[in-house]
């Protein structure tokens, strides 16, 4: 698995991780929290960088954290590799997540106005 596809498991896992937590296998993001948790276990070191990037989803330094903590598990153990890619792609080919240069935009709930979008060059005016 490419760097930048390891970095981008782990935004996704940071910036929806509090979803997936609590709606279990139900969220989108859910299937992939569940093996990353799984693998790295309860009160490891590296449970606590995934807790930490999911308490602080907007510190990017956290994320890069956890994409490290991801490599390293992933060169340790190839069958999570493997399964870490595989559900990944399953998620990049339903679209729940984005690749490279790829946009995915989710909203759920109700609003008035929601803007979703990409590149943004300007002001957007109700």
Do not use: Y
């Amino acid at each position: 698995m490419e760097d930048q596809v390891v970095l981008a498991v782990a935004t996704a896992l940071s910036t929806k991780g509090a979803e997936a937590l609590a709606a279990g296998a139900r969220s989108a993001i859910g299937s992939l929290f569940q093996l990353v948790r799984a693998r790295f276990g309860a009160e490891t070191q590296e449970s606590a960088v995934l807790d930490a990037a999911i308490e602080h989803p907007q510190e990017r330094w956290r994320q890069a954290a956890l994409a490290s903590a991801l490599a390293d598990v992933m060169a340790r153990d190839p069958d999570f590799a493997a399964a870490l890619d595989e559900e990944w792609c399953r998620l990049s080919r339903a679209g729940v997540v984005a690749v490279q240069g790829q946009v995915v935009n989710h909203f759920s709930g109700t609003a008035g106005k929601v803007v979703q979008a990409r590149d943004v060059q300007g002001d957007i005016i109700f």
